[in-house]
């Protein structure tokens, strides 16, 4: 042990932290200067300059599209959607929505790539389509039952039609009808539904912003006419 009687005679130690302020108080350190100015960070996905609504809108839609890759395409719960030709390049189009509007919110303006990939939406959106327009949910039920997976005598809503009845019986409290809704869904797939969601919120949201912009041109050009026919009286 040290004998307290040769503390004194210790040199002092220097600080670890050489430079982290001067002596007026003021930090000078680099590393603090960056932390200070990381600490300042808005959230991910978030900047409060960007107040353009339709960059969150196709974030959202491609979160939703990968969100739906992530979930299964049949009734075989153990097979991912990205596990499939298709569902690898829904994700492959979601991945790159994700990418580039999430640039486009840091950066407060979209570019060229953010629009390809909008663009790039409609794939998936007319593959679901005729997808749903094809769906036979008895076949398909043969099938998750030849394959073990759904039980033989599985309930389930018979067509699209016959869906949305279930669906107003399920909300009136019906446990029969929510299984039907529940096992419809599971052979039709639950991801390619939330696949078409994400592309159907992408090009709604495209289509919806070109349709805007003309009719903001078409008033701007309006407004310029009358105000030349306005000089042009006096």
């Keep these: 042990m040290t004998n307290p009687g040769d503390l004194a005679s210790l040199e002092p130690l220097e600080p670890l932290d050489t430079g982290a302020t001067d002596g007026a108080g003021v930090v000078t350190n680099e ?21 353009d609504k339709s960059n969150y809108k196709f974030l959202f839609a491609g979160v939703m599209m990968m969100v739906g890759c992530m979930m299964p395409f049949s009734a075989n719960t153990a097979m991912a959607g990205y596990q499939t030709m298709s569902g690898g390049f829904y994700l492959l189009i979601a991945i790159g929505m994700v990418w580039t509007w999430w640039g486009a919110i840091a950066s407060n303006r979209s570019t060229s790539a953010s629009l390809k990939w909008l663009l790039f939406c409609v794939f998936p959106l007319v593959a679901v389509i005729m997808n749903m327009t094809a ?3 008895k076949a398909a039920h043969e099938v998750a039952a030849a394959r073990g997976w759904l039980p033989t005598d599985a309930t389930f809503s018979e067509s699209w039609k016959a869906l949305f009845g279930d669906i107003g019986s399920a909300l009136g409290k019906s446990q029969e009808a929510a299984t ?19 592309a159907l919120m992408a090009e709604l949201g495209f289509f919806g912003g070109v349709l805007g912009g003309a009719k903001k041109n078409k008033m701007d050009m309006q407004a310029k006419q009358m105000a030349a026919a306005e000089r042009k009286r006096r």
Excluded at 31 to 51: I, K, T, V
Excluded at 183 to 197: D, I, K, P, S
């Design 31 to 51: 590393d603090a200067l960056l932390q200070a100015a990381r600490s300042g960070l808005p959230c991910p996905a978030f900047n409060p300059y960007c107040r």
């Design 135 to 137: 769906f036979d949910p």
């Design 180 to 198: 039907r809704v529940e096992n419809f869904w599971r052979l039709f797939g639950t991801g390619q539904f939330f696949v078409f969601l994400g």
